[in-house]
């Protein structure tokens, strides 16, 4: 049985008060001017944003859901803001591969495998000619549960040029799984997805987008790259076994909101490689090193804990490393903290976020 979606894939509110946030300048937000040249291609060319939906529809739940004339207005936004519309596999080998991409180059995804898919989302892609990619976890679908696709349908929209991932087969968390119940379920879905659909292309998305060391390192292992659910644009540097998709569900689907997401650009950030994202603590620290570039001021960066400003305690002058010192609070079973910095001379903003797991939480 897959958990019921209550508070799956529901990011904390926090997202909206970013931007609102992002013009705060306190003392401890303030880091080092600084500018240096940016190698190779501009970071906006080498920046991708991936949107993740579950249910198009009024009849579900409302945090997991938007309904199919809301997702029809993101589409037109994309049409008429001339987005380049890729698909995932595509999208992720230019990044891979150092490809120039558009600089406003996006993915759409779905997870789970909901029957609102088909009947909603499909036929508007289909008269936008938008190419997506759906993470199916295979059990509801193998026993024809009610609410879920068929194969026959994924069939079709296979034919019609969608690529399908994975998504487990129970929809189980990694992070609970030892290593051996990890393997099995990853590689049992996609035996049933290629077996269904033929060959698809190697990609997992983490149910609830939890993932830990050792999972990413399974994926890695296996030839996978891991999509995750917490906010952010892909960038040159991202971790391939954790790939950031913004969330536009339920409050997130607000077209203003969705408008500054896909126009968000990957920071050039890589966070410290000894941490883990899974942190019982009420209040983790985090450490990252941002490229100083051209296109944006370090000393601009302001970060962000449920809308809240993080004290940033930045390493030296010039040099990008800093420490995110978040103040203490009742966390749940997953939060993230976002950091943020407007374009120079822009509107878009570069966008980078910090995902946390606490196992010990209930789902
Ligand atoms: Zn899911």
Redesign the pocket.
Known sequence: MIPP?RS??RLRPLIAASFLCASLSTAAAQGPATESQAHGAPLTKRSAVVSVY?HVSEQTPASTSLSPARFEQHLAHLRDTGYAILPLPALLDALAYGTELADNAVAITF??GYESIYENAFPLLQAYDYPFTL?V?TGPIDRGQAGYLTWDEIREMVAAGVSVGN?GTE?ASLIVLDSAAMREDIEAAQQRIDAELGNQPKLF?Y??GEYNPEAKALLAELGYRGLAQNSGAIGPHSDPQALPRFPLAGLYSELEGVKQKYATLAFDVTRSAQESPISTLDAPRSTLQFAPSEDYDLSSINCFDEGAAIALEWSEATTGLVTLMPTARDRGRRWHYICTARQRGKQRYYWYSVPWFDPSQPQ
């Open positions: 979606l799956a894939h579950h997870d789970d993470f976890s998504h929809h998305a149910p609830y």
